[in-house]
């Protein structure tokens, strides 16, 4: 069975400029979460989705990232203007419902410059 | 006080050795509990879940304290490849929020 599956792997972007994350879940998988990692820390939560709603977006900074998950499967994170300090590694995972373990892509290494 | 705390290490520990690291979460309505490892530049990846028997899975033993507020992750034998950083999830309330501890990065010396 496939894995949870994102793209780009990596994505180098100026400053000012957009840039969107695609993540395609595990199948069957209703919870969906976006995360932003920096290193040396654990996941940050950005958002998290029960199917096509998103339950807790409380720590995704609004005025300039979003995210939508239409249809309940696959969902893009995107940030719009970039600012240097979004360099980070963006996650996605699902899990069948919001108390099983979730899965992780590979993670989308984003550098802003 | 953050939600969960790790000591993010570095534990450097020699080959064959056993090695055990804690981490405490504050809310005491936390449900569910699991360990994550993740390599460098990795994602991370599901080692164990946490269940309040606690659980073993070869070399590794996994418990729960509800009392104090921490589980556990013990590893036995400890082989090189176990060098990761070792992360501790906890799921706490009525909106399940996943609240991710920062790490505790293991080195396996031969």
């Known amino acids: 069975e496939a894995g949870v599956v994102q793209s780009p792997r990596y994505k180098i972007i100026e400053k000012k400029q957009p840039v969107a994350f695609w993540c395609n879940p595990i199948?069957?998988?209703?919870?969906l979460y976006w995360y932003r990692q920096n290193l040396g820390q654990g996941p940050e939560l950005l958002i998290r989705?029960?199917?096509?709603?998103?339950?807790?977006d409380s720590q995704l900074p609004k005025d300039r990232f979003s995210a939508e998950r239409l249809k309940g499967v696959d969902s893009t994170l995107k940030i719009q203007p970039a600012e240097l300090g979004d360099s980070a590694v963006y996650l996605c995972?699902?899990?069948?419902?919001?108390?099983?373990?979730?899965?992780f892509g590979q993670g989308t290494r984003l550098t802003v410059v | 006080r953050k939600e969960v705390e790790q000591d993010p290490g570095p534990f450097n520990v020699p080959e064959g050795a056993t090695v055990a690291f804690n981490c405490t979460y504050s809310?005491?309505?936390?449900?569910?509990f699991f360990w994550y490892r993740q390599d460098c530049r990795k994602e991370p990846k599901l080692l164990m879940s946490?269940?309040?028997?606690?659980n073993e899975d070869g070399r590794f033993t996994a418990q729960l304290n509800r009392a104090s507020q921490y589980i556990s992750l013990l590893i036995r034998d400890s082989k090189l490849s176990d060098s990761a950083t070792y992360l501790c999830?906890?799921?706490?309330?009525?909106?399940?929020?996943?609240?991710w501890g920062a790490g505790t990065k293991l080195i396996i010396k031969p």
């Open positions: 995972a699902s899990s069948l419902d919001p108390i099983a373990e979730a899965f």
């Open positions: 199948s069957g998988h209703n919870t």
């Open positions: 989705y029960e199917n096509e709603e998103a339950v807790d």
């Open positions: 809310n005491s309505a936390s449900q569910s």
């Open positions: 946490v269940y309040s028997s606690g």
């Open positions: 999830v906890v799921n706490i309330g009525s909106n399940y929020q996943l609240i």
